[in-house]
């Protein structure tokens, strides 16, 4: 795809790009440009897309880290997607670690995965649909396609033993609804774990492997090493695992 002149978006266009900020709730260009619907594009394209759509305040660019942007949905961009007005405006901080780890863990990693919203979660898995489900559900079309939870660990100083608990009570909680059981007994469901230390990873990965509940649900720990930029009091060099 071509992005052509500011004037000549396609109306088609514009709502992809809307859905996807809306969906992950932050964008950059050089993530569009990997996107299925943008693969012959170039990142300069994607920014000028993005800059397109920031004169017509359907988005806002933000700062990120470093100086790197962002880009958000305005109000207005809120209102055509037909999602709530709290979707749009710049995140917080916490809120921007965990929306650029699932991006980067569904969009620019080993291979694409697709963050479900609570209405596709219940279109295509109406037997898992219920209230009080958690957000980060995601599909992995690889192979026979599998479903997936995204839990985000990136405290630079929490305890390794504190995320394993938290996510054997994700286990008990979906193991113990039969919809999610099936799943999980067929291989095709799966809780992703993102943090930012490969040597935490490893940590995590280790400590899963003691637990027997923790080998009713595939459960995998994903290294994001971007994340370190977000986190000022730390600086790049010199990390060590006792400071996991």
Same mark, same amino acid.
């Given at each position: ?18 859905s ?34 920031t004169? *017509?305040? @359907?988005?806002?660019? #933000?700062? $990120?880290? %470093? ?45 694409? *995965?697709? @963050?479900?919203?609570? #209405?596709? $979660?219940? %279109? ?9 489900l958690?957000a ?6 690889h ?18 033993d504190r ?19 099936k ?14 230390f ?23 720990v ?5 994340l ?17």
């Open positions: 795809m071509t992005i052509g002149t500011k004037s000549a978006l396609s109306g088609e266009l514009v709502d992809s790009t809307l996807h900020v809306a969906r992950y709730r932050l964008t950059m260009p050089a993530v569009l440009s990997r996107l299925r619907q943008f693969s012959t594009a170039k990142p300069r394209e994607m920014e000028t897309l993005l800059n397109s759509l004169d *017509r305040s @359907l988005v806002a660019a #933000a700062p $990120l880290v %470093q100086r790197q942007r962002y880009w958000h949905l305005t109000a207005l961009g809120a209102r055509r997607c037909g999602v709530p007005e709290n979707y749009s405006g710049p995140l917080s901080e916490p809120a921007k670690i965990k929306a650029y780890a699932v991006l980067q863990f569904c969009c620019l990693g080993d291979r694409p *995965r697709h @963050l479900l919203t609570g #209405a596709e $979660l219940g %279109q295509h898995f109406p037997n898992l649909q219920r209230p009080g958690p980060g559900y995601y599909f992995d079309p192979g026979a396609g599998s479903l997936g939870l995204i839990r985000v660990d990136a405290g630079h100083t929490g305890r390794w995320v394993i608990q938290s996510v054997r009570e994700d286990i008990s909680s979906h193991c113990n609804q039969a919809g999610f059981r799943l999980a007994q067929a291989g095709r469901f799966e809780i992703t774990v993102l943090t930012t490969i040597q935490k990873a490893q940590r995590l990965t280790d400590g899963f492997a003691l637990h027997a509940d923790a080998r009713r649900i595939s459960v995998r994903v290294a994001i090493p971007e370190l930029s977000f986190i000022s009091s730390i600086p790049r060099k010199g990390v060590t695992t006792n400071t996991l």
